[in-house]
């Protein structure tokens, strides 16, 4: 949920608290019948009140469409820019996102049966700052899963050897079967 439906939220939840409250005290007799009866027939004539219900009727349909959006990462969000993998005593140590999407490209396409390879890298909470998912064209005649376990194998050891990072989860998903040559565009290293 973003910063904008959070802030709705808060100000429909204030809302509804509040007028549970008057309703509770009218229900209970601690506010008598012809103090709200009055109010209420003050409120009902007054132009502000339509204002009031219609902006409590899009906050409604907005916070309706955050239960009904479908969000299949919870608790990651795709990164650009830096990630922190070390503070300490020499300082801060940063790696772009594109040197980590590279190193991931690179290893996953050095395992027989992948022809190419698409990386995205995302931000987790938990021990391991980063998830790797990773988008394979593999070779006819080869096994999914075990080309699969593989590249993971590899994925993991060239993040241990480069970044010192151990067990990033990797997500790999085969995205096409083929037994045509990939050209692939030239990379210069």
């Known amino acids: 949920m973003g910063i904008i439906r959070r802030l709705i939220l808060l100000f429909y939840v204030l809302a509804v608290l509040a007028a549970t409250v008057i309703c509770a005290g ?10 709200w009866q009055k109010e209420l027939n003050f409120i009902i004539t007054r132009e502000e009140t339509l204002a009031v219900l219609a902006g409590l009727a899009a906050a409604s ?15 990651m969000s ?6 922190h993998l070390e503070i300490g005593k020499p300082g801060e140590v940063k790696v772009t996102v594109p040197a980590i999407v590279g190193v991931v490209e690179r290893a996953a ?61 990797v997500e790999v998903k085969v995205n096409e079967i083929t037994h045509a040559i990939v050209e692939r565009d030239k990379r210069v290293v």
Do not use: H, M, W
Request: a negative charge.
């Open 61 to 75: 349909l907005i916070l309706l469409t955050g239960i009904f959006a479908r969000r299949s990462d919870k608790g």
């Open 109 to 169: 396409v050095t395992v027989s049966g992948v022809r190419a390879a698409e990386a995205s890298v995302y931000r987790q909470d938990g021990e391991t700052p980063i998830k790797v998912r990773l988008v394979i064209t593999l070779s006819q005649g080869f096994s999914a899963p075990k080309v699969s376990e593989s590249v993971v194998a590899t994925i993991n050891d060239a993040l241990r050897t480069a970044l010192e990072l151990e067990n990033v989860p």
């Open 78 to 83: 795709l990164i650009s820019g830096d990630v």
């Open 26 to 35: 009218v229900c209970l007799n601690f506010i008598p019948a012809d103090v």
